[in-house]
């Protein structure tokens, strides 16, 4: 079954204070359903920045659509919490309460380990450190099972079963965000590897090159992450340049440089924005490719919030100065953007609840 949406295709993002605000209203009928237990899910995408969470009917229909800042501080007690009051509002405009969903599936960042729930390494995480039981202190607040996986992953999972990866055996999920991250699918299954497969963002692409903010210094995540981007800008800045990025950002009343504060920048001519994009292109055109030379997948899908705001901007940049790193430059994979935007994180968390195929 395909993926539809059945809210409002106009959604408002959370409000100045930071509170979640509804989509829009909730799905027609939605407030008067009475659904059994086992026919609805729900799906949360937990990000550096934001915390998404949905109710999805079997066919993957995306009922009901809320989020909110991710906490900036506090460690894993605020982001569970954070993550337990998005998933209710979401479960109250769906006309029901989280402990009526057969389950909720969540996509976070860091080595998830499906099994047991648990998250670690997750560094685009306030205060994250170590082990957490993410699943079981979710499904507490919740009052239903909760399955756990890599943010990243089940974003390509969802875009290879419902949108710009379906047709493919094989597919390269890149995200493009708060950090870049990669997932596999091999032969139409997922490859985890022991847990860290997929992991483009730590790819090297220059020895001795842009630091890390992880100790990783010369990968594609340190010239391309969307929060290594901003801390190059505040250095520069320091150095004196000029730039209106930090005065957009205030404009916008964000508390960092989103991807569409970088858009602004960018189709203003701002020479800082410019510059640290045009790194950023190159890294991920030097990683995916090296990629693409070692996999030899069908298909690469480019998602993420700098993936998707960019797609018909430098997306096609980065497609154009792969040749040079290709092995293969006259027969390369299709190369899409992600086809299910913003909502393939809530639907690839909902289908860690499917059977696997």
Request: aromatic share 4%; no cysteine.
């Amino acid at each position: 079954m395909l993926w539809r949406k059945k809210v409002p295709e106009k959604q408002e993002e959370e409000s100045e204070t930071g509170e979640a605000r509804s989509p829009g209203r909730p799905a027609a009928g939605a407030a008067n359903r009475r659904p059994d237990a086992h026919d609805l899910v729900g799906g949360i995408d937990l990000g550096g920045t934001k915390v998404a969470a949905s109710v999805i009917s079997p066919d993957h229909e995306i009922l009901s659509y809320r989020r909110r800042p991710t906490p900036s501080k506090g460690g894993p007690p605020d982001v569970v919490e954070a993550m337990a009051l998005t998933m209710q509002d979401a479960a109250a405009d769906a006309g029901l309460e989280t402990g009526q969903l057969r389950g909720v599936g969540v996509g976070a960042p860091g080595s998830a380990d499906t099994a047991t729930g648990t998250l670690s390494g997750a560094g685009n995480l306030p205060d994250w450190s170590g082990e957490f039981p993410l699943g079981t202190t979710l499904a507490k607040a919740l009052d239903t099972p909760v399955v756990v996986g890599n943010d990243v992953q089940v974003g390509t999972d969802a875009e290879y079963r419902l949108g710009a990866g379906r047709g493919f055996s094989s597919l390269l999920g890149v995200f493009w965000g708060t950090g870049v991250g990669g997932g596999i699918v091999l032969d139409g299954r997922p490859w985890r590897g022991r847990g860290r497969a997929g992991e483009i963002g730590h790819t090297m692409v220059r020895r001795g090159g842009a630091r890390g903010l992880n100790g990783l210094n010369g990968t594609v995540e340190a010239y391309a992450g969307r929060r290594a981007m901003e801390e190059q800008a505040r250095l520069e800045v320091k150095k004196g340049r000029k730039t209106d990025l930090f005065k957009l950002m205030k404009k916008h009343d964000k508390p960092h440089l989103t991807s569409r504060i970088w858009a602004d920048a960018l189709e203003k001519d701002d020479e800082l924005a410019t510059d640290l994009l045009n790194r950023a292109v190159k890294a991920l055109a030097a990683g995916i490719a090296s990629a693409i030379n070692l996999l030899d997948v069908e298909a690469v899908v480019i998602g993420g919030g700098m993936g998707v705001r960019f797609g018909d901007t430098l997306v096609p940049r980065i497609i154009g100065r792969m040749d040079r790193y290709l092995l293969n430059p006259d027969d390369p994979p299709a190369i899409k953007v992600a086809g299910l935007g913003d909502d393939g994180g809530v639907l690839g968390a909902a289908l860690l609840l499917e059977p696997k195929p």
